[in-house]
């Protein structure tokens, strides 16, 4: 079982930043990919973000990369989400995830573990 809270979400300015945190609880997060993923008012939740178990391999969606960088500290039980150059349209709450996917092909059904979720509110 693996318990995730995510927070640093907030309300910012476009062209901000955020740096969104999730911490994992148990001893067995090494052993799972890591994602983001986000659901704005109205829309289904969306893959944002994936990073292997070592953390040595990354992945994005197309509409991020460039702007967010996913990374996370195994010692500390801990992902984290770099958000840069914010735009009103990622405005969304955001959720953290475990999985025994490939983090290359990261599927909402194949998600293990999911967060509470976090609000990012970017304003024009």
């Known amino acids: 079982q693996v318990q995730l809270v995510e927070s640093g979400g907030g309300l910012v300015q476009a062209g901000g930043s955020l740096r969104l945190s999730c911490a994992a609880s148990?001893?067995?997060?090494?052993?799972?990919?890591m994602a983001w993923f986000r659901q704005a008012p109205g829309k289904e939740r969306e893959y944002v973000a994936a990073i292997t178990r070592s953390g040595a391999n990354r992945y994005y969606a197309d509409f991020v990369k460039g702007r967010f960088t996913i990374s996370r500290d195994n010692a500390k039980n801990t992902v984290f989400l770099q958000m840069n150059s914010l735009k009103p349209e990622d405005t969304a709450v955001y959720y953290c995830?475990?999985?025994?996917?490939?983090?290359?092909?990261?599927?909402?059904?194949?998600?293990?573990?999911w967060g509470q979720g976090t609000q990012v509110t970017v304003s024009s």
């Open positions: 995830a475990a999985t025994n996917q490939h983090p290359s092909i990261v599927t909402l059904s194949g998600i293990d573990y």
């Open positions: 148990g001893q067995t997060f090494s052993t799972y990919a």
